[in-house]
């Protein structure tokens, strides 16, 4: 079994900045991708930015050039440095951790908000 707990969502003024993190616990096993997702009112959940656990990154266009993602693999955490903000980021993020075997864990969300 596997927790995903995430953490730093809030208000932020456009153009602003903020960093999601999202730390794993349980059953971790090699390889496997690391990701964000977010979800905004009325929309399907979509795909932002996932990380290998060997740090291969790949960005959904929308965010691409504005977003990047870390991952520290002795503290099962990844990170998302969300840069020059637009009120179309503003979503729930979730965090997601997959292996080669299909199984994947949701954590439970992490509400950024456009204050303007």
């Known amino acids: 079994q596997v927790q995903l707990v995430e953490s730093g969502g809030g208000l932020v003024q456009p153009g602003g900045s903020l960093r999601l993190s999202c730390a794993a616990s349980?059953?971790?096993?090699?390889?496997?991708?690391m990701g964000w997702y977010r979800q905004a009112p009325g929309k399907e959940r979509e795909w932002v930015a996932g990380?290998?656990?060997?740090?291969?990154?790949n960005f959904a266009d929308s965010v691409k050039g504005r977003f990047t993602i870390s991952r520290d693999n002795a503290k099962n955490t990844v990170y998302l440095q969300m840069n020059s903000l637009k009120p179309e980021d503003t979503a729930v993020y979730y965090c997601n951790l997959s292996f080669l075997s299909g199984i994947a864990y949701w954590g439970q969300g992490t509400q950024v908000t456009d204050s303007s």
């Open positions: 990380i290998t656990n060997y740090s291969y990154t």
């Open positions: 349980g059953s971790i096993f090699s390889p496997n991708t």
